[in-house]
Every structure is written in structure tokens, then in C-alpha cells.
């Protein structure tokens, strides 16, 4: 049982048994307890800003945003919460990516549960923790290095256009992004337009293209990503 005081904290993983193992090994301490759950990234941060937990431990690739864009958006709107990404790739560019979304924390799916609640003590306290060996320097290095470039096209984009790229790369119509979103399907297909032109693509396999390469999706061997007819 977790007493006052104790680190409260919002789970988010599309899988629901991933999210009642994370839940059991949390609230299993005694100084920390898990406050709310999300099964999408929209959901994550609707949770965050509706519970402002201390801790907000985010699937890298979810459903809806992904877990970068999560970090992102609770970095900008929710200064108190910290995020621990949980993640099975180990590929150095996404940790930095995530801690240059805001991420405090970064842990493997497969690391020792102790290294979860290390990662969020760690962060709630306000510091970084690494599960994989990469040093404090070469992260400042990174950082520096993002801060003096001119701006990313993903960067020129806005919040909703951002939330259409994602749930474009994940197969939805303009239909379903609208019922998603609550806009008509022509505002969606315009800010289609638009982060197309602004992203200099010209194609859905541009689209696709583009957000393979930026972690957005992820494809494992024959899987490609779902789309759906138009209505």
C-alpha cells in the first residue's frame, strides 16, 4: 500500500496486459502509486493533464502519437510530470530522440524490472536515468547540436497537424481521423495537405517513407502499416 507522499504515476501501453504487469510491479512499492492508465498516446496525455501525475512511464510506439510525441506535448504543457520511456529498441537514436523530447528516462522492455522503479524514482527526483551505457556527455553533445540546426521539418509542424501525420501513418482515413479527432474530414484532409507541403512529400509512400525514417512507425518483417478504404 502506498503512503502519502508517494510518487504517483500514469501507465501508458497500447497492450492491457503490459499495463496490468506495470501497475502490479509499481503499485508493489511502497512509495509509489499508479494513479491512471492510457491505452493510446492521445489518451497519455489527455491522463497527464487531467491527473498531473509526478511520473508518466510512455510506450515508445503507440497508437494515435507515439510515445516521442507524447514526451513532447507533456514536456510543453505539464511541467511538474516527468517521463520515463519504456521501450524495446535500444537503438541510440531513439533514446536520444527521447530525451530530446523531454524524456527524463529511458528503459528497455527487456531490463530487469529493477530498473523501472530505479528509472522512476530517478526521474521523479529529477534525474535522468539510462538503462543502456550512453554517457551524460554524448547526450549534451547531441543536445547542443539540436539546438544550434535550423529547425526539422516535423518541427514547422502544428499539434494537430502532427496528431493527422500519426494517425495517417497508422492506415485511417480522413473519416476516421475526424471521428478521431472530433473535425470534419475535409479539415483533416487539409492538414493533410499541409504537413505534406510543408514536409516537401508528394505521395502516401512519401508519407510512410518519412515516418519510418523518423521512428513514427515501425514495420517488423512482413508487417506494413493497415489502411483503410475510404468511406
Known sequence: MAGVGAISVVVADDHHIV????????D???DIRVVGEAADGLDAVAEVERLR??????DLMMPGINGLEV?????HRESRTQVVMLSMYGDEGYILEALRNGAMAYVLKDADPRDLLTAVRDAASGRRY??????????AEYMERFQTSAPA????LTTR???????????????RIGVRLGISPRTADTHRTNLMRKLRLHSQTDLVR????????VLEGPLRPRVEPEA
Open 19 to 26: 499495463r496490468r504487469g506495470l501497475r502490479a510491479l509499481l
Open 28 to 30: 508493489g512499492e511502497a
Open 53 to 58: 501525475p509526478d511520473v508518466l512511464v510512455l
Open 71 to 75: 514526451a513532447r506535448r507533456v514536456r
Open 130 to 139: 539510462l538503462s543502456l551505457p550512453l554517457s551524460e556527455s554524448a547526450v
Open 153 to 156: 521539418g516535423y518541427e514547422t
Open 161 to 175: 497537424e502532427r496528431e493527422v501525420l500519426h494517425l495517417v501513418t497508422e492506415g485511417h482515413t480522413n473519416a
Open 210 to 217: 518519412y515516418a519510418l525514417q523518423r521512428g513514427i512507425i
